[in-house]
């Protein structure tokens, strides 16, 4: 998806409009474009709405490699959702790997 920001922003602006099991399939599709223009994306998403939606958007974080999602990511690693947290972890664990 390189070299189509308006389809980035068109897929962006309408994600919190689609239902959860599409919404998972925008955020990795975005994560594949591996740019951190869509980092605020990814971390709104990671941070608020369904669990699926939140998951796909921690596990897309170290596609982008921005190490400025470590402090949200931090703070989603003490989530009392097992899973969220679970990923929230895993996702840490790539930044201080790298």
């Known amino acids: 998806m390189k070299g ?4 980035v922003k068109a897929l962006s602006d309408e994600l919190k ?3 959860p099991q599409k ?9 594949l474009r591996k740019d951190a223009g869509i980092l605020p994306v990814l971390i709104s998403a990671a941070e608020q709405g369904e669990v699926p939606v939140r998951l796909a958007a921690i596990r897309a974080l ?3 490699g921005d190490e400025s999602a470590v ?3 931090k703070k989603l690693a003490e989530n009392e959702n097992s899973r969220i947290k679970k990923a929230a972890v895993k996702a840490l664990n790539f930044f201080t790997k790298s």
């Open 4 to 7: 189509f920001p308006e389809i």
């Open 17 to 19: 409009s689609l239902p």
């Open 23 to 31: 919404q998972v399939l925008v955020v990795q599709t975005l994560a």
């Open 62 to 64: 170290p596609q982008i």
């Open 71 to 73: 402090p949200m990511l």
